[in-house]
């Protein structure tokens, strides 16, 4: 057995750990010039009828998501639960194409190896159909070539790296199978930053800011893009710095900023969010905080850290109550019923990317790879994380999510507390978007007022 690997039944609503042993599905249709068979399951009874043949109605169709620590990482877990999700409706309403639908999660432990390990697993032994999922950059750079040499659709739905994209552009014959459902790539995560800053930071008093970004990768290209486009926006950058990833003390930072006198703390932040947020909060800096803030996109966020992030504004692929499409919310209240908790971004994305496979079998009518890449390249999805469709093969970012400033797929937030003491996230831009479960509307600071 695979301790990494846990399977959720199509039929039964059960959670088992696998390992079963077959063959590889697509080595065997190469080797039969794609005619109809039947392989053996090690472990299991009877024959398995590959797919792809006139007489593979019953066969089930088997899904693999690669997530970090699903049993106790919150990101981890919300990746495979919204995958349960997605699995759970299409079963209730006859599968995919007629056929039940089966979900197996790997554990990829946030390590590049281990993601590469627990890829070949997931394709090789348990013999998916497709493989969505994928959170860590580092790691899905590092499968890309296996996604290739498989040949078998991947849709990542954590990862924001564009180096993915790019190979795809590059040799397209090679890496056509690599698709993004979300979040947006690292450079238009940037670009979502200046349209925020341009179009609403004035609006709630943001005429200079400090950018704040740590020294990660993840964080190049939205740095890039801000030393690139900042200056043409309409806040002045009074303040600006790359910190080292082992910061835990904001002290000398904020006094910097303080004394630079900027309205606003812009940080690009996820290792360091939590000390960031507290040094600012617990000490009442005399400037606002908020930007990118990847701890702050947790919906449980506001308990887990004592309250120290209210006031703060993140970014966020959507909230508890958000109608960023007319599938969020169904999909929101089905998580909650399930699971008593909400998603978090990447779930949105994962449950986007299982609905988004399912859509591409139903009109290709075949599981078969190159005829879904064909569906996928022409697909325009509403889905829970906003409207998705893909860059064209010969884009800069080929097979990338569209980022389309008119339609974003994200929102912005500041954590609240409603008259009842609830926190709650409240979305203030874009406004179609704003949601008025407290104020409805951005509220400075009160020890800045």
Same mark, same amino acid.
């Given at each position: 057995?695979?301790?990494?690997l ?21 080595? *065997? ?12 399951? #090690? ?51 006859g599968? !995919? ?28 032994e ?16 590092? @499968?890309?070539d296996? !996604? ?11 990862a924001?790296?564009?180096?993915? +994209? ?11 199978? &690599?698709f ?6 690292d450079?238009?995560?940037?670009? #979502?930053? !200046? ?5 609403? /930071? &004035?609006? !709630? ?9 740590e020294?990660?990768?993840w964080?190049?290209e939205?740095?890039?893009? =801000?030393?690139d ?9 009074? =303040? ?22 900027a ?7 996820? &290792? ?6 507290l ?13 990118? &803030? ?12 004592g ?7 993140? =970014? ?7 109608? @960023?499409?007319? /599938? ?12 008593? +908790? ?22 290709a ?22 409207? @998705? ?20 797929t ?5 954590w ?6 609830? $926190?709650?996230?409240? *979305?203030?831009? $874009?406004e ?18």
């Amino acid at each position: 057995m695979h301790d990494h690997l846990w399977e959720r039944g199509a039929n039964d609503g059960s959670n088992s750990r696998v390992g079963r042993d077959s063959l590889n599905r697509r080595t *065997v249709l190469k080797a039969t010039g794609g005619a109809a068979a039947s392989v053996s399951l #090690a472990g299991c009874v009877g024959s398995y009828e590959l797919i792809g043949s006139s007489q593979d109605t019953d066969e089930t169709i088997r899904i693999g998501v690669l997530a970090p620590e699903p049993e106790s990482d919150f990101i981890g877990r919300s990746m495979a639960q919204s995958a349960e999700v997605a699995v759970t409706e299409l079963n209730e309403d006859g599968g !995919i194409a007629g056929r039940d639908v089966e979900l197996v999660v790997g554990n990829t432990k946030d390590s590049p190896t281990e993601a590469s390990r627990v890829y070949q697993q997931l394709v090789l032994e348990e013999d998916v159909d497709v493989t969505v999922g994928m959170f860590d950059s580092h790691a899905l750079e590092n @499968i890309m070539d296996e !996604i290739a040499d498989q040949e078998l659709v991947h849709l990542t739905s954590g990862a924001a790296t564009t180096a993915a +994209s790019q190979l795809v552009n590059e040799e397209y014959d090679r890496y056509k199978y &690599h698709f993004r459902v979300g979040p947006t790539n690292d450079r238009d995560l940037g670009n #979502a930053q !200046i349209s925020f800053m341009d179009e609403y /930071a &004035h609006e !709630i008093g943001w005429e200079s800011i400090a950018v704040l970004a740590e020294d990660y990768p993840w964080a190049d290209e939205p740095w890039d893009i =801000y030393q690139d486009e900042l200056a043409d926006t309409q806040v002045d950058v009074v =303040y600006e710095e790359r910190y080292p990833p082992a910061t835990n003390d904001f002290t000398d930072l904020y006094d910097d900023i303080e004394e630079a006198g900027a309205d606003a703390a812009f940080v690009t932040t996820a &290792h360091t969010g939590n000390e960031a947020v507290l040094d600012w909060s617990t000490a009442q800096r005399q400037f606002a905080f908020g930007g990118i &803030h990847v701890p702050m996109q947790l919906p449980t966020y506001y308990d887990d850290i004592g309250g120290a992030c209210e006031y703060g504004i993140g =970014y966020s692929t959507a909230t508890e109550t958000s109608e @960023i499409t007319d /599938a969020t919310q169904p999909f929101v209240q089905e998580y909650a019923d399930e699971f008593g +908790s909400y998603p978090q971004d990447m779930g949105y994305n994962t449950y986007d990317a299982v609905r988004i496979f399912a859509e591409a079998v139903e009109a290709a009518g075949t599981v078969d790879s190159e005829e879904l890449v064909s569906e996928l390249e022409d697909i325009e999805h509403e889905g829970a994380s906003g409207y @998705i469709e893909f860059h064209d093969s010969d884009d800069e970012f080929a097979h990338d999510l569209v980022f389309n400033p008119e339609t974003p797929t994200a929102v912005y937030f500041q954590w609240q507390t409603t008259d009842d003491g609830e $926190p709650v996230r409240e *979305v203030i831009w $874009p406004e179609e978007h704003a949601t008025d479960d407290a104020a409805g509307e951005y509220v400075t600071p009160p020890w800045l007022a």
